[in-house]
């Protein structure tokens, strides 16, 4: 599964910019492949307001 952060962290809550942040996203244009499971879907549902999922 591959995220890319699409909206600033600015204003966002501590715990949804500690979810980015253990994504591996800081900035905006950020992109990180990560394993697709559930622990991974959980995360991004989390924040999926600011990134976008694409599959592979």
């Given at each position: 599964m591959t995220i890319k952060l699409?909206?600033?962290l600015i204003g966002s809550k501590k715990d949804?910019?500690?979810t980015a942040h253990a994504l591996g996203l800081k900035k905006i244009?950020?992109?990180t492949t990560q394993p697709d499971n559930a622990s991974t879907k959980g995360k991004v549902a989390k924040i999926i307001h600011l990134v976008e999922?694409?599959?592979a």
């Open positions: 699409v909206k600033s949804q910019i500690a244009g950020d992109v999922v694409i599959e």
